[in-house]
């Protein structure tokens, strides 16, 4: 049984991003990240950037969207790099809760062992 991205032909994954195989260091993307568009997309634009653009519509991970788009994960943030330094998505971390409340998290290791 085949994964999705991992039988795609090189090239192809190679012209996808233009050569490049990773993104920088300062790169905010990571599986959880959330990526919303800010843009429509536009006549002429890659396909894959394009899709992203539609999947974005609403808040989505990059998890979701390599999966949407059946590529691997770091072919997927050098392609979401490239739509975040031309403006059309943003990207956030999601939220979480300032703390955490002790009885909650008893009452999940209780529930947990209980499995």
């Known amino acids: 049984m085949s994964r999705p991205g991992r039988d795609d032909a090189p090239d192809r994954l190679y012209t996808l991003t233009q050569g490049r195989s990773r993104t920088g260091p300062a790169s905010p993307f990571d599986l959880v990240t959330l990526v919303v568009a800010e843009s429509e997309p536009v ?45 059309r998505v943003s990207a956030r971390h999601p939220r979480r809760p300032a703390t955490t409340d002790p009885d909650i998290m008893e009452q999940v290791i209780v529930g947990l062992r209980n499995l």
């Open 43 to 87: 006549a002429g634009m890659q396909s894959e950037h394009a899709a992203i653009l539609r999947i974005a519509q609403f808040p989505a991970s990059v998890a979701e969207i390599a999966a949407e788009l059946r590529l691997p994960v770091g072919i997927t943030k050098v392609l979401l790099c490239d739509l975040l330094a031309a403006g």
